[in-house]
């Protein structure tokens, strides 16, 4: 089995190179064969994964490992080896004793406030509402919440988003649910769409991709995840236009209310009812003219 041959290699390295603590092996896999990338000698982000295939906390285990309590004394490392006694203390072979095997599939989505569009370029700004839903299938962490904000010195990753499924394709649709669910306004851009539209393509949905695939999405900009209809463009540059209307004329009210209550007269300026906007969205000038014609009506003219 390939899984079992990268984990025994990667058990060897550990050894070889004297590591005790919790760690990362990476591979390239490609038609059976498996190649060595890297180690990390840490925790990882993705740790989550594993955490919930095996049922064994890491942090808890690593901090046990590091005040020198052997594996087998571990309770989490006990279950997952199928032993009764979770606090027990026999020693067994962890390299010949079969453990419990996964009885789930988990994938595991990065939410960065990325730009898929212009090369997934980091982008920064404020959070003004961040909103996710933990289900029994689905678990998530933000290091950002409402009213916050990512900066240009952060890392682009703010969030983490698992999904559990007793087959790949039920953990793949948990996922897709979550997303769509995940609601995050502000001033940055994050990559929660184009994961949605990747996760519905068949490559992935048949789990025939690899990095060269996902290269050459990218490459090709086969996925537009800003992309709008018609209809939807045009009601953005509508409400859009609206908005700022006013904004404009909350701005001259408190103004010409502000003279009144100095004893000026207002200068007729401030009386005005017809805001000129211009808006551009997706590389695109709208120039629209706003006019309140009543106290809940607005009239625009387009270009």
Known sequence: DTFARMEEAAAS??????YVGVGTVEYLYRDGEFFFL?????????????ELLNDVNLPVAMLLVGMDIPLHRIPDIRSLWGKQDRHGQDTFPLSTHLRTPPKIHVIAAR???ENP???????????????FRVSPHVWGYFSVYGRGAVHEFADSQFGHIFSVGGTRESARKHLILALRELTIYGGIRTTTQYLIAMLELPEYRENKFSTQWLDGLIATKAINSNKMTTDEAL???VFGAVVKALDALQQVRTQAITALD??????????????PIELILDGIKYCVTVTQCGRDMFALELN
């Open 262 to 275: 100095y004893g000026r007269v207002p200068d007729p300026s401030l009386l005005c009812t017809k805001f």
């Open 235 to 237: 009601d953005t540059v």
């Open 111 to 113: 939410i960065t406030a």
């Open 13 to 18: 390295l550990a050894k070889a190179v004297g």
């Open 117 to 131: 569009d212009v090369g997934f370029r980091p982008t920064s700004g404020t959070i003004k509402e961040l909103n």
């Open 38 to 50: 890297e180690m990390n000698p840490r925790l990882q982000v993705e740790h989550t994964v594993t």
